[in-house]
């Protein structure tokens, strides 16, 4: 059985800084391509950071200097290091992985609130 357990959420003051954490287990982070994905109110779900197996990183323009992910192989985890935070980041982020054999999975989600 395939799990994707997000973590990190929280509140935070703008310019704060959160790191959102996804464990997986039952499928190899290595060979997948892992993501971030967020969706606020109203909104469409949008994907916020990406990389690949072979480590090709995406972002979002609005994230760009700002979030960083990065996966470390031997805790088969992804992670989302968001600095500079800002109140239009606020939404609640899933963590993805789309595994080697072309399947994808969803973490449940955690709240991102960004509020003075």
């Known amino acids: 059985q395939v799990q994707l357990v997000d973590s990190g959420g929280g509140l935070v003051q703008p310019g704060g800084s959160l790191t959102l954490s996804c464990p997986v287990s039952?499928?190899?982070?290595?060979?997948?391509?892992m993501g971030w994905y967020r969706q606020a109110p109203g909104k469409q779900r949008e994907l916020v950071a990406s990389i690949t197996r072979l480590n090709k990183m995406d972002y979002a323009d609005s994230v760009k200097g700002r979030f960083t992910i990065s996966r470390d192989r031997a805790k088969d985890a992804t992670y989302l290091q968001m600095n500079t935070l800002k109140p239009e980041d606020s939404a609640t982020y899933y963590c993805h992985a789309f595994s080697f054999s072309g399947r994808e999975y969803w973490g449940q989600g955690t709240q991102v609130t960004v509020s003075p």
């Open positions: 039952g499928i190899n982070v290595d060979t997948s391509t």
